[in-house]
């Protein structure tokens, strides 16, 4: 018996053993290339190979190439109203896709009040803290419209906008809740008057104010129909009490989420990677119902066989949160695979309204593509 064994060891050659297809990867490294396989303790094979000599073995190229970038890359959207957008981007790195993701958080400007010129203040807010409050208020206009005011630069109809906020609580009356609909745009500009040191200036001259406008912001067609307003009316500022008052103006100006978050365009924009669950076999009846009842999100359903029989089918594998409570528990890892696809992004938009999501992300887009030319400019 053993001599026979022995013969048949042997036998065994490294030439019978098939050849490595070429121009194709083996499924397994296909699998750990284009996939993150999430296990119950922890996800592996998470990072992305850049190297183009990889797979030159089996004569696979995998160079980062233009060509191939511009067959494979595209954009769906599957989802757009007024305040968000979702859409899927596909045949992309990872890297670009949080550019994206960084770049619509902090460098995409918008118009928020930065200086707020307080007249008379007799709430219980303090000062500093109303003046915040009115900074994180969205504003509904197109900041392309309106230019960066820098340190030498006088406030104009160009670059600042001016609102009035005065509301008063007579005494004997209720208290009163003031909201953001109570600021009022002044197209021509400012109307506080500046406090003047000099005693002796000349009286029938012109006061002088905080803003210089040339002319008024109700003549730019833009803004013809659509007047400047905050976003939502409703936004809470200060309650008020009998005899209580807040007389103030705020000038808004142009700036970037880098800057101060006031002035990020987006109040969050996030990606995932496209959710792929795989049932490895056949889970029917009660295991089946069990898987069901696993799933908090319901991936998972019910198909009717016939005969009494029941199978488990994927019905929703994009609404997988990747909890893995399908895979835990015995044997549950060897029936369902959880992966994802890592060159496939979800990728959420939610504007703050001072733009369109679709038009925030088409700005992001230009920016990166400045930020390249920059580059290319330096290195050459």
């Given at each position: ?9 042997k036998?065994f ?32 094979h ?58 619509l ?5 918008t ?67 003031v ?32 803003t ?52 990020s ?10 959710p ?35 199978r ?19 044997d ?49």
């Amino acid at each position: 018996m053993a001599e026979g064994a022995g013969e048949e060891k042997k036998k065994f050659s490294i030439w019978d053993l098939p050849d490595v297809p070429m121009g194709q990867l083996p499924p397994h490294l296909e699998l750990q290339r284009s996939r993150v396989s999430c296990n119950k303790d922890a996800p592996i094979h998470t990072e992305s190979i850049q190297y183009s000599g990889a797979y030159a073995s089996m004569g696979i190229d995998n160079s980062s190439r233009l060509d191939r970038f511009s067959n494979n890359f595209r954009v769906e959207v599957v989802r757009l109203n007024e305040d968000d957008i979702e859409f899927d981007m596909i045949g992309i790195d990872a890297a670009i896709a949080n550019s994206f993701r960084r770049i619509l958080i902090a460098e995409l400007p918008t118009m928020a009040i930065e200086k707020v010129l307080i007249a008379n203040n007799t709430s219980i807010i303090q000062d500093e803290v109303l003046a915040h409050r009115l900074g994180l208020v969205p504003i509904r206009v197109d900041p392309r419209l309106f230019d960066y005011l820098s340190e030498n630069d006088q406030p104009n109809e160009k670059n600042t906008i001016v609102f009035k906020l005065h509301v008063q609580c007579k005494r004997g009356s209720p208290r009163i809740t003031v909201k953001s609909d109570a600021l009022k745009w002044l197209p021509n500009g400012s109307e506080l008057v500046k406090e003047t040191r000099n005693a002796t200036s000349d009286s029938s001259s012109k006061p002088e104010i905080y803003t210089y406008f040339g002319c008024s912001q109700e003549t730019v067609p833009e803004f013809v129909k659509n007047p400047i307003i905050p976003k939502y009316p409703d936004i809470i500022i200060a309650k008020l009490g009998p005899g209580q008052e807040i007389e103030l103006e705020a000038h808004a100006v142009k700036g970037i989420g880098k800057t101060h978050a006031k002035w990020s365009p987006v109040a969050t924009a996030w990606y995932r990677m496209l959710p792929e669950v795989v049932l490895l076999e056949d889970i029917e009846d009660d295991l089946a119902e069990e898987l069901k009842s696993k799933c908090p999100v319901n991936v998972f359903d019910i198909e009717d066989l016939g005969k009494g029989r029941r199978r488990a089918t994927v019905a929703r594998p994009r609404a997988c949160t990747l909890c893995r409570e399908c895979i835990r528990g015995d044997d549950w890892e060897k029936r369902v695979a959880l992966r994802r696809v890592k060159d496939h992004f979800i990728f959420t938009i939610e504007s703050t309204g001072a733009l369109p999501p679709e038009v925030l992300f088409t700005e992001a887009v230009k920016i990166l593509e400045d930020k390249c030319e920059r580059v290319i400019t330096e290195l050459s």
